[in-house]
């Protein structure tokens, strides 16, 4: 671990330069807040662990939920924002079905205002608890860079067209990943975010009818089957399990897309992708590997194109506007 975290100092000592749309931002830091609200790194992992263990789908919810955000705008808390004043909510489109959680959100805003008024941005709780979720399950602890700024808009439009299908392609993946200055590896790191968490059957049943994928084991074909009885799902609530250990971040994913038990059609498809398929066996074979490259993904998806300095502002709620 040692080595992790010395690779993790190399990526992020100081500050991060970045930009959005074009322009120079200000400055990100893992000392952001060091002054001006010294426990909110505290506060955050305190009170995800305790909503952990009351309800342990909350990791892979929060982990859900800051990839749905970063993925429209940057890492900028759109994805709070209620519809009002001729906006609409980005929880509106159809490709945030499922997504959970805002409620730990909310409960953490509210904790550092009463410490820190008007002070840590709804993004960076956000990403903080995206990144104590990833650690509570098992997985890598992530000294992730802070500033981020609140976004004063929302589009479930933009949801629509920059959040991926779970049918995207192998291509169209990295390209996604890509543009956000991943390499192969990274990319296929970054779904390893799939080791947690479940799967809804409407995303599913197109794999197993009428016939099932050729990608899909013979076995494990039929058990989606078994939970997934029909072409059209009973209920949008029917769901399988991501991995064998969907509760536990770990590198069990990789080693099910070995064995032809990909969920999604794009596990599958990484998995004998030429372009992908060794970074699905290097990550199958070495865990701690896997930890080390998903962390710099991590970094890389959660640091692009946020808002800092004074673009943007600091919502008193994360639900609306100031």
């Not at 100081?14 to 074009?22: E, F, T």
């Not at 976004?151 to 990295?174: K, R």
């Not at 016939?211 to 076995?219: E, F, T, V």
Request: aromatic residues 8%; glycine residues 8%; charged residues 15%.
């Amino acid at each position: 671990m040692q080595g992790l975290q010395s690779l993790y100092a190399a990526l992020i000592f100081g500050v991060v330069m970045l930009g959005r749309r074009g322009e120079v931002s200000a400055m990100l830091s893992t000392q952001y807040y060091a002054n001006t609200c010294p426990i909110v790194e505290q506060i955050v992992m305190n009170t995800i662990s305790a909503l952990s263990i009351t309800d342990p789908t909350t990791p892979p919810a929060l982990l859900r939920l800051i990839f749905h955000d970063c993925q429209v705008q940057g890492c900028d808390a759109s994805i709070m924002l209620d519809s009002e004043r001729g906006m609409t909510s980005e929880l509106v489109s159809d490709k945030n079905f499922g997504i959970r959680k805002l409620n730990a959100i909310d409960r953490l805003k509210s904790a550092v205002e009463t410490a820190c008024p008007g002070t840590v941005s709804c993004a960076d709780l956000i990403a903080l608890a995206g990144r104590d979720a990833i650690r509570i399950a098992g997985g890598p602890t992530i000294p992730i860079p802070l500033g981020r700024r609140d976004s004063p808009t929302a589009s479930n439009a933009f949801a629509d067209q920059l959040l991926p299908p779970a049918t995207i392609s192998v291509d169209a993946m990295l390209q996604l990943f890509g543009r956000k200055g991943m390499n192969v590896e990274e990319a296929v790191a970054m779904l390893g975010a799939h080791t947690i968490g479940v799967g809804h059957c409407v995303n599913v049943v197109k794999r197993l009818y009428p016939q099932s994928d050729a990608n899909l084991g013979l076995m494990y074909a039929s058990f989606l089957r078994i939970n997934c009885p029909t072409s059209v799902p009973l209920t949008n609530l029917t769901f399988i399990a991501n991995d064998m250990t969907n509760l536990r971040f770990d590198n069990q994913y990789y080693r099910d897309l070995t064995n032809g038990r990909g969920l999604f059609s794009i596990d599958s498809a990484i998995a004998t992708h030429p372009r992908t398929a060794r970074a699905v066996l290097n990550f199958a074979s070495d865990e701690n590997y896997f930890f080390q490259i998903f962390s710099q993904a991590f970094i890389k998806l959660t640091t692009f194109g946020v808002l800092t300095g004074n673009q943007g502002q600091i919502r008193n709620n994360c639900h609306f506007v100031n």
